[in-house]
T-cell receptor
Framework: DVKVTQSSRYLVKRTGEKVFLECVQD?????MFWYRQDPGLGLRLIYF???????EKGDIPEGYSVSREKKERFSLILESASTNQTSMYLC?????????????FGNGTRLTVT | GDSVTQMEGPVTLSEEAFLTINCTYTATGYPSLFWYVQYPGEGLQLLLKATKADDKGSNKGFEATYRKETTSFHLEKGSVQVSDSAVYFC????????????FGSGTRLQVQP
C-alpha cells in the first residue's frame, strides 16, 4: 500500500513565522501535490510537482512556496504565516501513469496561525 | 475553467436509507471522474472512479455513473450504514493539461442509527 506521511498532525504558529510542512511518500511517485481544505470550499490546489526540482502553481499559490529536492519528499513553506493561512493542509502523491491514476493522501496537518 | 459542483450538506439519513449525493461538472475536455471519501481524522481515500461516458464506478455498495449528456456523476447507495458517515468529495481530472484533480466542496453525510 502507498503511504503518504505528513510530519505533523497539528501545528500552532505565530503570525510572521516561517513554517515548513513536510510530506514523504514511499512509492516512488513522480507527482506530488499540496492542497488546503477549508469548510465549504473543499480542496484547493496550492502547488504541485511532477519531478524533482520541478513545480507548478496551483489555484492559490500566494503566500506559499514549495521545495522538492528528493523524489520522495515535497515540502510546503509559508514564508510569513498569516491568520488566513489557518487551515487543514493535505499532501498527496500519484504515479505518472496518465491522468487516471488515483491520488493517495496523507492524513493532513491542521495548522493554526495566531 | 474546470469546476465541480456538489450538493450542500450535511445530509442526514437513518440507517438503511437510500443515499444520493449530486455532483455536476464543467470541463473543457473529457474528464475522468472520481469520488473520494474522508472519514473523521483521516485523509481522503479513493472510493470509486469512471474514466469515460456511461462507465459505472462501484465500491463498498456505492455506485456512480458517468453521464456525459447531463455532465453528472451522482453518488448512490441503496442502504447506508452508520459507518458511512464521512465527507464525500467529487473530483475530476483531464487527460491533458494540468495533472491535478479539481475537487468539489464536499458533502458531509451523517447516518443515524
Amino acid at each position: 500500500d502507498v503511504k503518504v506521511t505528513q510530519s505533523s498532525r497539528y501545528l500552532v504558529k505565530r503570525t510572521g513565522e516561517k513554517v515548513f510542512l513536510e510530506c514523504v511518500q514511499d512509492m516512488d511517485h513522480e507527482n506530488m501535490f499540496w492542497y488546503r481544505q477549508d469548510p465549504g470550499l473543499g480542496l484547493r490546489l496550492i502547488y504541485f510537482s511532477y519531478d524533482v526540482k520541478m513545480k507548478e502553481k496551483g489555484d492559490i499559490p500566494e503566500g506559499y512556496s514549495v521545495s522538492r529536492e528528493k523524489k520522495e519528499r515535497f515540502s510546503l513553506i509559508l514564508e510569513s504565516a498569516s491568520t488566513n493561512q489557518t487551515s487543514m493542509y493535505l499532501c498527496a502523491s500519484r504515479a505518472s501513469q496518465g491522468a487516471r491514476s488515483p491520488l493517495h493522501f496523507g492524513n493532513g496537518t491542521r495548522l493554526t496561525v495566531t | 475553467g474546470d469546476s465541480v459542483t456538489q450538493m450542500e450538506g450535511p445530509v442526514t439519513l437513518s440507517e438503511e436509507a437510500f443515499l444520493t449525493i449530486n455532483c455536476t461538472y464543467t470541463a473543457t475536455g473529457y474528464p475522468s471522474l472520481f469520488w473520494y471519501v474522508q472519514y473523521p481524522g483521516e485523509g481522503l481515500q479513493l472510493l470509486l472512479k469512471a474514466t469515460k461516458a456511461d462507465d459505472k464506478g462501484s465500491n463498498k455498495g456505492f455506485e456512480a455513473t458517468y453521464r456525459k449528456e447531463t455532465t453528472s456523476f451522482h453518488l448512490e447507495k441503496g442502504s447506508v450504514q452508520v459507518s458511512d458517515s464521512a465527507v464525500y468529495f467529487c473530483a475530476l481530472i483531464l487527460d491533458t493539461g494540468r495533472r491535478a484533480l479539481t475537487f468539489g466542496s464536499g458533502t458531509r453525510l451523517q447516518v443515524q442509527p
